[in-house]
């Protein structure tokens, strides 16, 4: 059978909402300059489904400098991967300052957070080895996993328990050259609980293994200083290889990884995807180091992404919406109900109320319920609040009703 013919008939799960929804549930364009508001089919919406968590993307003294450096540099510069013509000393700067950001002895910048992390955990384990990762790992662990040679265990999102049943069968199957690499997420990005690092790492005494944190969404959120969810927890030390990623609170591209220089060293000759893949180009870099600097000059920028968080939960849990118990900002809101009702509620807050959320249904949440996820950001301000809250107060017959109907369907 042709190829092409066959993927027809094979569209993924999420292939149906790529081809019915495309431009409205998927692939919808947001316009205009970034910000809490922006523009949505010609119509003014208040946004609520981007990781510009600080409201760094949209200031005027970014965009200025991202001009500047983009014009005394261009975007092409350098040429090649970091390993043959690409790097740079400011790229070499750059990891300096990240490392020192997140208390780590060194890093290694990575051209994406995605592909990076996929070849870190490829180049650190071979097949002698173990990787064992929280079930609810976000993809590019899951994909890094498939990349990796070493054996493969899984355990129950968050459950000590569960995590140490596999460490067990771990050693129990280990060789005298086995090791063990753990990777879960310091913030997980659609339920915004935090990862049970802490627990985790205590563990460390009694079976031995090497701990990797995703903490896209911690970074620049999380810990008094920003410098993620580690430090929040008070054992940023028992990370032994922290990423995070510019996607975020840096409003950027790229990424990195901060650990043991010995560790840096090994990756630079083994993580595959930056080897032969060129580097991040210089104004990218500049950016970078211009928002890393932003990022720890102004601590209120944090202070009023959590108030804009508690704010909003607070309303949403007064309204009778069931908010789950994030710890990060990310802010889930759980309901009962199929993907009609999920799409329903996606064009009535944009329509009705200009209130742009994103939801996600079977199979990212389990079947029969609905998960609308709100990113709150620095820049939004208490009128964004109250005008979101009244639109979910608008809604919430309908959601409560829907969720009635699904119980009662399940029951
Ligand atoms: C938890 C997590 N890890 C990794 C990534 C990938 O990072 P990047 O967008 O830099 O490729 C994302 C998404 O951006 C993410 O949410």
Redesign the pocket.
């Known amino acids: 059978m042709d190829l092409f013919d066959k993927l027809q008939g094979r569209p993924g799960p999420l292939g149906k909402f790529t081809s019915d929804g495309y431009g409205y549930y998927t692939f919808p364009k947001l316009e205009g300059p970034l910000g809490p508001e922006m523009e949505f089919n010609g119509k003014n919406v208040i946004v609520w489904s981007i990781n510009d968590y600080l409201g760094i993307g949209g200031r005027q003294e970014v965009k200025e400098y991202d001009a500047e450096v983009a014009e005394k540099y261009g975007f092409s510069a350098p040429m090649g991967a970091r390993l043959m013509t690409g790097n740079s000393t400011k790229h070499e700067e750059l990891e300096k300052e990240l490392a020192d950001f997140v208390h780590k002895p060194d890093a290694l910048l990575l051209n994406?957070?995605?592909q990076g992390?996929m070849s870190v955990i490829h180049a650190l384990v071979d097949r002698n080895d173990f990787l064992i990762y929280d079930e609810l790992s976000?993809a590019?662990i899951v994909d890094g996993k498939q990349l990796a040679m070493a054996e493969k265990f899984v355990f129950k999102h968050n459950d000590i328990d569960s995590f140490e049943k596999q460490l067990e069968r771990a050693h129990r199957r280990a060789k005298p050259d086995s090791s063990i690499l753990v990777v879960t997420?310091g913030a997980f990005?659609m339920t915004g609980d935090l990862g049970i690092l802490k627990e985790m790492i205590a563990l460390k005494e009694k079976y031995p293994f090497r701990l990797l944190v995703?903490d896209?969404?911690g970074l620049g959120t999380m810990g008094e200083d920003g410098s993620g969810t580690g430090t929040h927890l008070g054992c940023q030390d028992g990370i032994d290889i922290y990423f995070g990623?510019?996607?975020?609170s840096f409003a950027l591209?790229g990424?990195f990884v901060a650990t043991e220089p010995r560790v840096v060293e090994f990756l630079k000759a083994n993580a595959r995807s930056q080897i032969f893949a060129k580097s991040v180009p210089m104004p990218i870099v500049e950016s970078a180091r211009k928002r890393l600097e932003l990022i720890q000059k102004h601590p209120e920028w944090r202070e009023r992404l959590w108030e804009n968080t508690l704010k909003l939960r607070e309303g949403l849990r007064e309204i009778g919406y069931n908010v789950l118990p994030a710890e990060c900002p990310v802010t889930p809101v759980l309901t009962q109900g199929s993907t009609d009702l999920c799409t329903l509620i996606m064009r009535k807050l944009r329509e009705e109320h200009g209130v742009f959320v994103s939801g996600v249904t079977y199979p990212v949440v389990p079947k029969g319920t609905v998960l609308i996820r709100l990113i709150p950001t620095a820049a939004h301000t208490d009128q964004h609040i109250q005008k979101t809250l009244a639109g979910f107060n608008a809604i919430k017959d309908v959601v409560f009703e829907a969720a009635r109907k699904q119980e009662r369907m399940t029951a």
């Open positions: 994406y957070g995605y992390i976000h590019c997420e990005g995703d896209a969404h990623t510019f996607a975020k591209i990424a």
